[in-house]
């Protein structure tokens, strides 16, 4: 599969999973993966699942704009930018927000999120 199309797999993927069920956000996550969440670093599957489950919202919808992705070393490794906007139930205005992953391809041919970096972009 060619890396764009894969990275384009991997974000609607995780960006339904988080807006359906972030619980099973772990699955993409290892023991060694950290999270930087506005500034405040999560290591670990576990950890990191708690953080994005006690956000203070319920419900969200997010909007991709942009999608950019490099091979990142050897063995098929990539980094995927995001730039979108996020929707929170109630609220009439969405929120800017950029994110970057680290994705590490498993054994098993599939991949996992070594790194995540998630910000606001505030206007």
Same mark, same amino acid.
């Given at each position: 599969?060619?890396?764009?199309? &894969?990275?384009?797999?991997?974000?609607?993927?995780?960006?339904? @999973?988080?807006?359906?069920?972030?619980?099973?956000?772990?699955? &993409?996550?290892?023991?060694?993966?950290?999270?930087?969440?506005?500034?405040?670093?999560?290591?670990?599957?576990?950890?990191?699942?708690?953080? &994005?489950?006690?956000?203070?919202?319920?419900?969200?919808?997010?909007?991709? @704009?942009?999608?950019?992705?490099?091979?990142?070393?050897?063995?098929?490794?990539?980094?995927?930018?995001?730039?979108?906007? &996020?929707?929170?139930?109630?609220?009439?205005?969405?929120?800017?927000?950029?994110?970057?992953?680290?994705?590490?391809?498993?054994?098993?041919?599939?991949?996992?999120?070594?790194?995540?970096?998630?910000?606001?972009?505030?206007?």
């Amino acid at each position: 599969m060619d890396p764009d199309a &894969l990275a384009k797999a991997f974000v609607e993927h995780y960006y339904t @999973t988080f807006d359906t069920n972030r619980a099973a956000l772990a699955n &993409l996550y290892q023991e060694a993966s950290m999270l930087t969440f506005e500034g405040q670093k999560i290591q670990g599957a576990q950890n990191i699942v708690a953080k &994005l489950t006690s956000l203070p919202f319920q419900q969200c919808l997010h909007k991709i @704009t942009t999608v950019d992705c490099q091979p990142s070393g050897v063995n098929a490794a990539m980094l995927v930018f995001v730039s979108g906007n &996020l929707q929170l139930a109630g609220e009439q205005h969405a929120l800017k927000f950029s994110q970057m992953f680290h994705l590490i391809p498993t054994p098993q041919g599939s991949y996992y999120v070594n790194n995540d970096v998630f910000r606001l972009n505030y206007a």
